[in-house]
């Protein structure tokens, strides 16, 4: 019998990777937050998000893919913050298949994904202190970011049960103030001395494109790590 497009997004979100071996081991062991934590059953229309960075520092911290833990990326240049929780989404990968949505909604040739977890900002009332923490938050939009020919896309979302943001479905919502300081951030945040960078935000899209960005991701992970899930299964 052919499989249904809800049981395939159920297998594709189950943390079937790490299972039953990681599990186990996450009894005793952190999880790599990049491998070993849920997307979510209900994703893409709500995820679970590893934050790396919050307002409040200046140092940005990035997920050191191979370990697991945070390390240090950069200090910040200026006083620019980011103005929001900041991480990724767990069991997703910027590939082909983002490449290849983002040369069509673009209309730019040879862009790929650029091989990271999908970035995602969460908008939030309540003031968090620390990064290395996981949430449940709603996409509600994005912004498709090219950094030089790879593919760099923002999701923009809201923690959710948030009082304040929790309501809000559509970046269309948003004041637009909040929208000009998250694009402030992204396109200066990588500013050093003496480089020269090619970042450009082309687009902000809506709920609906953000939920689709995230399953191309969801595919592209798959593909990526299937060898890694082969193995693991045959223990």
Request: hydrophobic share 35%.
């Amino acid at each position: 019998m052919a499989k249904t497009k809800k049981n395939t997004q159920k297998e594709m979100s189950s943390n079937s990777l790490m299972d039953p071996i990681g599990r186990l081991m996450g009894l005793r062991y952190k999880s790599h937050p990049w491998h070993g934590i849920d997307i979510g059953d209900n994703a893409p229309e709500s995820v679970m998000c590893f934050i790396e960075v919050v307002p409040t520092d200046t140092i940005k911290y990035e997920i050191d893919k191979v370990s697991g833990y945070l390390r240090i990326d950069r200090p910040q240049k200026y006083s620019n913050v980011v103005p929001s929780l900041y991480g990724f989404i767990p069991q997703t990968y910027c590939g082909l298949n983002v490449g290849k949505f983002c040369e069509e909604k673009t209309g730019k040739k040879d862009i790929k994904g650029d091989g990271d977890p999908l970035d995602i900002c969460v908008l939030t009332e309540k003031d968090v202190m620390h990064g290395d923490i996981i949430a449940e938050v709603i996409p509600i939009g994005g912004f498709r970011m090219l950094d030089g020919n790879a593919a760099d896309d923002k999701i923009i979302s809201v923690l959710k049960g948030d009082v304040v943001y929790g309501g809000v479905k559509d970046v269309t919502e948003l004041p637009e103030l909040v929208l000009e300081r998250l694009k402030h951030y992204f396109l200066t945040y990588k500013d050093m001395p003496g480089v020269s960078r090619e970042s450009e935000i082309t687009h902000v899209y809506n709920a609906e494109e953000a939920r689709e960005v995230i399953r191309h991701s969801m595919v592209d992970y798959e593909a990526r790590f299937e060898k890694l899930r082969n193995a693991l299964s045959s223990y």
